[in-house]
């Protein structure tokens, strides 16, 4: 019974557990399997990554220097490129990314390259783990395929071969790999049991779901469920500012609902790779079966018009100061795709910057996280902020509020500002009595 022996390994800690792709998922997955006793081949593409790892020189936030040169210092942890070495490892996690390509659509070729690659190199008692975020259907129908047939190898009995969805909150210094339950669905019911052995060894509470696709559709949910909540707090602000109503204190208020009620806020539009990306891995594959997720698709929508939203806000601000945007010069305070991480991937900020610069602004950035920036073949680089800065600039529109920024400076500058995270925190309580106060009052 190769499962047997294969989850024995694992117990064991004398399997190897292969990570492929050292990135925001890859590595930080590399150092559990490290710590918790297992040898760990990471395959990566990028040499740069390979080089930095080797000298425990981290490039991703959520694992700190010191963390993996520990890991590296065991002698458990190589980083190689060299993909014929996967057959060495008795345990593979896929961690690499799953981006929209130019129309859209899911681009499913990082996968299906490290797929193949898995598949020249497939040998009894492996387990094949695919973490990426997809569309329902992808284990079976892509992976499935590929690896059975490369060796005539069945799977559930010669091979394993399940999906398990990475939860990671960048820079969330609470949730963590270890105590952030883990979703696990098998292609059969001996997959299930191996890769459930295999995340234990890392992971508190292990889940098993019933298939695959269960598995993947679970990742879906929870990423499109906050799409869904996010659009609709950012068509609110659109409603409270046509309204003349403030949405922070709106939102906030509602927030004292101590049951069926969550809290999310608006803001610039959707950045990171995963909450603008994942919906349309679901939209997708569901009109391949003739079916429009309308919801879905409209909270995409409503959550990419919000960069154009903002810029139009700063046009009337510079309006009601008599400037026209052309020639203005726009400070855009944060750039990061959300506070305290450095990743610009999908940021709205991006957006936003086009869109002033496209008016004729003169658009510069400042953010703590962010030194430099690519924006359209032009390279930007952060500028300090300090009173001389702020005094020549015309309008601060404030994009992500990363915690370490001096916003006493900004609010005391005087300078006209979009505050698209009300993070200057003007009290409405205080500025104007409320309905329900104005009601009290007489
Ligand atoms: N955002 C809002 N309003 C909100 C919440 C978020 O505008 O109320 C914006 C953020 O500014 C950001 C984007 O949405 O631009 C995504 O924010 P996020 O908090 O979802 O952060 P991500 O993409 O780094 O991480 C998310 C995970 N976040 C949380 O659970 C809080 C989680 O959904 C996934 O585990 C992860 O993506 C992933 O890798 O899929």
Known sequence: MLERSLISKIDSREATVGV???GYVGLPLAVEFVRAGFHVVGFELARAKIEGVRRGMSHVGDVPNDRLAEAVETGRLVATDD???????????????TP???TGDPDVSYIMSVTDSIGRTLRPGQLVVLKSTTYPGTTRELLLPALSEAGGLRVGDDFFLAFSPERVDPGNPHWTISNTPKIVGGMTPACASAAVALFSTIIDNVIPVSSTEAAELVKLLENTFRSVNIALANEMAVVCDKLGVDVWEVIEAAATKPFGFMRFTPGPGLGGHCIPVDPHYLSWKMKTLDYKTRLVELASEINAEMPAYVAQKAADAL???GKPVRGSRVLVLGVAYKPDVADTRESPALDIIRLLASKGAEVYYHD???PSLEHEGQALSSVTLDLGVLA?????V??????????EMIRSSGRPVVDTRNVLRHDPVEEAPSAVQAAEAN
Do not use: M
């Open 83 to 97: 993909f014929d070495r996967l057959g060495d490892a008795d345990a593979i996690c896929i961690c690499v990314p």
């Open 392 to 396: 020549a600039t015309d309008l601060i």
């Open 398 to 407: 404030i994009v992500t509020d990363h915690s370490s920024v001096d916003y």
């Open 319 to 321: 309006n009601q100061e």
């Open 100 to 102: 929209l390509n130019k």
């Open 20 to 22: 492929v792709g050292l």
């Open 368 to 370: 703590p996280f962010v």
